[in-house]
């Protein structure tokens, strides 16, 4: 069954870059998307088809797929950006796959 | 506006069933694809299952196939998760999910918590 790896947490001072990874094998061939969840509510889309933006999401989220890695940029991070984010893929084989979630602490 | 509002959830005995609804509602529903995703308690989300718009092709998660059972009404813009042969483990927030065009999840419902417990 496909897997996909991220880490447990990532911290990032006020107004700088953070950047989230998603392993998996071979990733840069597939669709990577990306969710953000806040406590208490369900996910949202964040990015699609791996760099894709929906509409509503400010242009300080982007996302590349390269390899066996994805990964998520937040720009000019802010307190409201604290969350958990999880990557997904869908796979032929094993249906949809959720990365374990990364939490995102804005210090 | 796209609503997904899932129904359903409560509290069920080990061995238990229990069926879930999920309307929808603001788009052409028998046009998209549909998923149940679950998250237990703490935990990260783990999709359960998918349905294709004329309900043609279905997938299981291992965790979940042979106990539960998908399933659609387009006429009634609904999906369905049947689940029986419940476990602790199942216990969950259970979201109704669309699918988009190039596999993500563009609407989420607000969830329907399922606890196994006796």
């Known amino acids: 069954s496909y897997e996909l790896t991220q880490p447990l947490s990532v911290s990032v001072a006020l107004g700088q870059t953070a950047r989230i990874t998603c392993g998996g094998n071979?990733?840069?061939?597939?669709?990577v998307h990306w969710y953000q969840q806040k406590p208490g509510q369900a996910p949202v889309l964040v990015i699609y088809?791996?760099?894709n933006r929906p509409s509503g999401i400010p242009e300080r989220f982007s996302g590349s797929n390269s390899g066996n890695t994805a990964t998520l940029t937040i720009s000019r991070a802010q307190a409201g950006d604290e969350a958990d984010y999880y990557c997904?893929?869908?796979?032929?084989?094993?249906?949809?796959?959720f990365g374990g979630g990364t939490k995102l602490t804005v210090l | 506006e796209v609503q997904l509002v899932e129904s359903g959830g409560g509290l069920v005995q080990p061995g238990g069933s229990l069926r879930l609804s999920c309307a929808a509602s603001g788009f052409t529903f028998s046009s998209y694809s549909m998923n149940w995703v679950r998250q237990a308690p703490g935990k990260g989300l783990e999709w359960v299952s998918y349905?294709?718009?004329?309900?043609?092709?279905?997938y299981y998660a291992d965790s979940v196939k042979g106990r539960f059972t998908i399933s659609r009404d387009n006429a009634k813009n609904s999906l369905y998760l049947q689940m029986n042969s419940l476990r602790a483990e199942d216990t969950a927030v259970y979201y109704c999910?669309?699918?988009?065009?190039?596999?993500?999840?563009?609407?989420w419902g607000q969830g329907t918590l399922v606890t196994v417990s006796s």
């Open positions: 349905i294709s718009s004329s309900s043609s092709t279905i």
């Open positions: 071979n990733i840069g061939s597939k669709n």
């Open positions: 997904q893929v869908w796979d032929s084989s094993t249906g949809g796959v």
């Open positions: 999910a669309r699918r988009g065009l190039v596999g993500e999840i563009d609407y």
């Open positions: 088809r791996d760099s």
